[in-house]
């Protein structure tokens, strides 16, 4: 067949089977279309125009192309590629920028049949597509400003910025990856590269008797097929706890429907998939557990040896059962909510390959998780060797939200490459994402609150369980931090709080972007608007009164000394709250850093390349957040470089030791670290030019190790669980028939580092908590799920966004860079309770239980 790809006119004669994605990608070299979906047509990352219309490439079979006009990208004019490069960057369209190629295409489709729409006219054209990260408001102002340009014959205006902090700054790198030239792990090739598969179980628990993998083995094009026989290291790793084997042997139980059992590594993708289906496992089948509350049984088989329960913590203060006893008004009721797909754009992908260090046999290893570091230890532990032989090297995450912080593919390809020795890249496709990697937590909280008859809260009782799935991860923190802000974002005297996180044959559950505590900001701000319905209490005015603030203090006994900014966030959507018919409120509270005894730590090093080069690494994953632009900007405020001789990477070798990026601490740490590296710096600069210290490094390095455990404070007798907290409050307003019209959004950020990247992040963190109040939910039965298509996960697409209003709110930390607080978790932490209440008001009905499973609210 011929047709014309890019303006070039091409031949096929190959299988008319397979999807033009899958030519584009494998064949023609082209990867700005990206795999999200498993061709499901769910995400539109992989959009391409064919005859002038927008299409999906990964449902277009080969067959199809025949005669036709393919352009992708590359292929578009490069005035075209200019415009939307730059809207998108100037009007902070782009996060992580996976999904970003697919809507430029599909803009593209628009502006060639209307080179004016409207906002409406360009809803409607994105609605094909998904995106995770931005909530799509910016992403709809960018094509209206690049239409504009466009059709002006004009250029998109540049911000006159001097990359100082709280400017707006160019998001790093961001222009190539709107046109989707900038690689992600599953765009890079190597000479002579292989492709791994997995081989996962096919049952949540069962005794693995026997697995034949001969015939894989004799597969033409199948260079290895690996078991758990061959892993030369330990087999069994974890974040915290070491409980999750990265194969199972023969002999053992598999305790999830993801435990993998062998690796096939082959010339092709498509060989090893065959080679997998020819893999012969032998099972003996038992019942698995997966209810929360058998798990806990004394006869309930045990997951892992020593019993079911990962976590239990409590906290204690006052006198709960004199307090209740004593309220005017009070409730009790059960809270549930669900368990999350993640749902980033981009699948998981690894590619590793062997390299000599000193005569020594080493591995790099291509990484878009979200700690670099952790994976290293975990690798060097899986292969046996020194970590000062395990290089990796941060790629561009597309999205993580806390789902790519296990070791869940990264092992596997490192050891096969490593035994090899030959690059070998491994992508899960869809289905095997969502079986594999850690969800948000499914909470169940039973709750009793009480207050005064001057609306005053007095006590509060939680027992919380979660369902933390068949390995640790970071479950028992998670239901920590459940248990430090089961208060929420309130002062409450006395409490009795229990957590508890349980192992099942469910899929693992871990960190997700709010970390536990969405689920009991959710079931307090629910009692609140019972206790106001009960007592005739103003529901903001209750807040107000009952809000943390300075020399208030937490669930665990915190008193926040200063930098509180919760009643400010308050003041600022009181008359959005008061002029609105049917409104719900909720406030927010959420850690900055993992605190509770443990060290928070982030090292850079700042190395002088010449006059017009210089480099920041650091350890932490940008993943669409603006981590990268966090030092950028800390930097040119320290010195005063110009931003555009910076760039910035993460790169194990360079030993900037840091955790994971996770509890928004990424800004505080890389702020601080650098600020001290400039310390010795600018002293520099003092007496000699950039130019004269080019083949300088200089280091920084910030740490908080002052955090206490909960219920162990410190040597004065003080609980400090948390260096720094964030804080918020949303209102959501309905219009007369019942539906979302906006949603008001104030956030303390204590210094706004960057104001559209602040508002990006808030934004996308609200159609995001929209999702878990409405839609957002994957359920499992007897350990499999319901549904692993992708559609199915309740993810909102751009027509279903309301109106957002953010509104930056600026109360300085004592501990943040220049008063910096965290953004990226708080941001949908009272947006559940806020959709749930509006509701309510609306029309007396409870809601308890999460999602509400109602589209129908959203216009």
């Known amino acids: 067949m011929e047709f014309t790809l890019n303006g070039d006119k091409m031949e096929y004669s190959g299988d008319p089977e397979i999807s033009l994605l899958t030519y584009l990608r494998e064949q023609a070299g082209?990867?700005?279309?990206?795999?999200?979906?498993?061709d499901e047509a769910a995400c539109g990352c992989c959009s391409v125009q064919v005859n002038g219309k927008g299409a999906l490439a990964c449902v277009v079979k080969m067959k199809k192309v025949d005669g036709a006009e393919v352009t992708s990208i590359e292929g578009m004019d490069l005035r075209l590629q200019e415009a939307f490069a730059d809207a998108f960057v100037e009007k902070g369209g782009i996060q992580c920028g996976f999904c970003i190629p697919g809507f430029v295409m599909q803009a593209k489709a628009l502006l060639d049949k209307n080179s004016d729409p409207t906002r409406p006219e360009v809803i409607k054209a994105l609605n094909k597509n998904l995106c995770r990260c931005t909530g799509y408001v910016k992403i709809v102002d960018s094509v209206i400003e690049a239409a504009r340009a466009i059709r002006e014959n004009d250029k998109v205006p540049r911000a006159d910025t001097t990359g100082k902090v709280g400017c707006n700054l160019r998001k790093y790198e961001c222009d190539t990856a709107t046109l989707g030239m900038r690689p992600y792990v599953d765009d890079m090739t190597r000479p002579g590269m292989l492709y791994g598969v997995f081989k996962l179980s096919d049952h949540p628990r069962a005794k693995v008797l026997s697995m034949d993998v001969s015939e894989a083995e004799k597969l033409e094009g199948v260079a290895r097929v690996f078991t758990a026989e061959d892993v030369p290291g330990e087999r069994v790793i974890g974040l915290i706890v070491q409980d999750w084997p990265i194969m199972i042997k023969v002999g053992e139980e598999t305790r999830?429907?993801?435990?993998?059992?062998?690796?096939?590594?082959?010339?092709?993708?498509?060989?090893?998939?065959?080679?997998?289906?020819?893999?012969?496992?032998?099972y003996e089948v038992l019942d698995p557990v997966t209810d929360v509350f058998k798990a806990l049984?004394?006869?309930?088989?045990?997951?892992?040896?020593?019993?079911?329960?990962?976590?239990?913590?409590?906290?204690?203060?006052?006198?709960?059962?004199?307090?209740?006893?004593?309220?005017?008004?009070?409730?009790?009721?059960?809270?549930?909510?669900?368990?999350?797909?993640?749902?980033?754009?981009?699948?998981?992908?690894?590619?590793?390959?062997?390299?000599?260090s000193n005569g020594d046999s080493g591995i790099r290893v291509y990484s878009q998780g979200q700690g670099v570091f952790d994976d290293r230890v975990q690798i060097a532990k899986v292969l046996g060797i020194g970590q000062e032989l395990v290089d990796v090297i941060q790629v561009q995450c597309g999205g993580g939200f806390g789902g790519k912080e296990d070791l869940i593919i990264q092992g596997h390809v490192a050891l096969f490459a490593y035994l090899l020795k030959i690059p070998v890249k491994l992508t899960l496709n869809r289905t095997e994402s969502i079986r594999m990697h850690p969800k948000r937590h499914p909470f169940i909280m039973d709750y009793e609150v009480g207050c005064d008859a001057n609306g005053m809260l007095t006590a509060l009782k939680a027992d919380i369980l979660c369902d933390t799935g068949a390995y640790a991860s970071v479950g028992m923190k998670v239901a920590q931090r459940g248990l430090?802000?089961?208060?929420?974002?309130?002062?409450?005297?006395?409490?009795?709080?229990?957590?508890?996180?349980?192992?099942?044959?469910?899929?693992?559950?871990?960190?997700?972007?709010?970390?536990?505590?969405?689920?009991?900001?959710?079931?307090?701000?629910?009692?609140?608007?019972?206790?106001?319905?009960?007592?005739?209490?103003?529901?903001?005015?209750?807040?107000?009164?009952?809000?943390?603030?300075?020399?208030?203090?937490?669930?665990?006994?915190?008193?926040?000394?200063?930098?509180?900014?919760?009643?400010?966030?308050?003041?600022?959507?009181?008359?959005?709250?008061?002029?609105?018919?049917?409104?719900?409120?909720?406030?927010?509270?959420?850690?900055?850093?993992?605190?509770?005894?443990?060290?928070?730590?982030?090292?850079?090093?700042i190395d002088i390349v010449s006059g017009d080069s210089v480099i920041i690494y650091h350890g932490w994953t940008e993943m669409g957040q603006g981590a990268h632009n966090m030092a950028i900007q800390t930097l040119c405020e320290e010195t005063g470089m110009n931003p555009d001789i910076i760039d910035v990477r993460v790169d194990t070798a360079k030993e900037t030791v840091c955790g994971m990026t996770t509890a928004s601490r990424a800004t505080s740490l890389i702020g601080n670290?650098?600020?001290?590296?400039?310390?010795?710096?600018?002293e520099d600069l003092k007496t000699h030019s950039l130019a004269e210290l080019a083949g300088k490094s200089y280091r920084g390095k910030w740490i908080c190790d002052w955090t206490t455990k909960p219920g162990m404070p410190n040597e004065k007798g003080e609980e400090v669980t948390h260096y720094s907290y964030g804080y918020a409050t949303q209102v959501v307003t309905l219009d007369d028939d019942g539906k979302i019209d906006t949603v008001y959004a104030a956030h303390d950020a204590g210094k706004i580092m960057n104001p559209i990247l602040f508002e990006g992040q808030i934004e996308g963190a609200i159609h995001m908590g929209l999702g878990y109040a409405l839609t957002e939910e994957l359920p499992m039965e007897d350990g499999f799920f319901k549904s692993t298509r992708f559609v199915d996960c309740g993810v909102l697409k751009p027509q279903f966004m309301p109106r957002t209003v953010v509104k930056g709110v600026e109360v300085a930390d004592p501990h943040g860079p220049y008063g910096a607080k965290g953004v990226g978790e708080i941001g949908l932490v009272p947006t559940a309770g806020a959709v749930v209440n509006a509701l309510c008001q609306f029309d007396k009905q409870p809601r308890n239980t999460l999602p509400l499973r109602d589209k129908k609210v959203l216009r």
């Not at 469910?506 to 009960?534: H, S």
Request: proline share 3%.
């Open 256 to 282: 999830y429907i993801g435990d993998v059992l062998a690796g096939v590594v082959a010339e092709t993708e498509q060989i090893a998939r065959q080679a997998i289906d020819l893999i012969k496992v032998e």
């Open 30 to 38: 082209i990867t700005s279309p990206k795999k999200g979906c498993n």
């Open 297 to 356: 049984d004394p006869g309930s088989p045990e997951v892992h040896t020593g019993g079911n329960l990962l976590y239990e913590g409590r906290i204690d203060r006052g006198d709960f059962n004199k307090a209740i006893a004593k309220s005017a008004f009070t409730v009790k009721d059960r809270y549930i909510t669900q368990r999350v797909e993640h749902a980033f754009m981009e699948p998981e992908s690894c590619l590793a390959e062997p390299f000599g």
């Open 673 to 682: 670290s650098v600020i001290n590296a400039c310390l010795q710096l600018n």
């Open 484 to 605: 430090g802000h089961a208060t929420g974002a309130y002062s409450v005297a006395n409490v009795e709080i229990q957590s508890k996180a349980v192992y099942t044959n469910n899929v693992p559950c871990g960190a997700f972007r709010g970390f536990g505590v969405n689920q009991v900001a959710f079931a307090m701000e629910r009692c609140i608007d019972e206790l106001c319905a009960k007592g005739g209490f103003d529901r903001w005015q209750f807040r107000y009164d009952n809000a943390i603030r300075n020399g208030s203090y937490t669930a665990t006994g915190q008193k926040i000394e200063s930098g509180c900014g919760l009643r400010e966030t308050l003041l600022a959507v009181k008359d959005a709250f008061y002029s609105a018919k049917y409104a719900g409120i909720a406030c927010g509270i959420k850690n900055t850093g993992v605190g509770n005894g443990m060290p928070d730590t982030g090292e850079c090093q």
